[in-house]
Nanobody, 126 residues
Framework: VQLQASGGGLVQAGGALRLSCAASGDDGRSYALAWFRQSPGGGRELVAAASWDGKNTFTSDSMKGRVTISRKRAGNTLYLQLDSLKPEDTADYYC????????????????????WGRGTLVTVSS
């Protein structure tokens, strides 16, 4: 399976971006999709995730109210709408996939995920 992330860029504080993650080459098993981020010198943290059926989602406390995650049932694309961006949101954003049951949104541990895409850089200027 391959994950293709897109949508990063440079935006001013208060602005918005929409990230997309498209999975291809899967073998038909159900999987959760997630977005992690990693700032310079920091660890990789979960931002948001969605189950295969799209009904169960997770959003981190640090971005709650400023992020919307969406995924169609059995869809291979995960969307992440980032609003009211702050300079501290500057990071590389990574898409990840975990093979799991259709209703499981994936979990918070990066070590639970089976595949990763290349990062897309989000830079928020003050």
């Amino acid at each position: 399976v391959q994950l293709q992330a897109s949508g990063g860029g440079l935006v001013q504080a208060g602005g918005a971006l929409r990230l997309s993650c498209a999975a291809s080459g899967d073998d038909g098993r159900s999987y959760a999709l997630a977005w992690f981020r990693q700032s310079p010198g920091g660890g990789r943290e979960l931002v948001a995730a969605a189950s295969w059926d799209g009904k169960n989602t997770f959003t981190s406390d640090s971005m709650k109210g400023r992020v919307t995650i969406s995924r169609k049932r059995a869809g291979n694309t995960l969307y992440l709408q980032l609003d009211s961006l702050k300079p501290e949101d500057t990071a590389d954003y990574y898409c990840a996939l975990r093979y799991t049951t259709p209703t499981n949104w994936g979990g918070t541990s990066r070590y639970s995920y089976d595949a990763w895409g290349r990062g897309t850089l989000v830079t928020v200027s003050s």
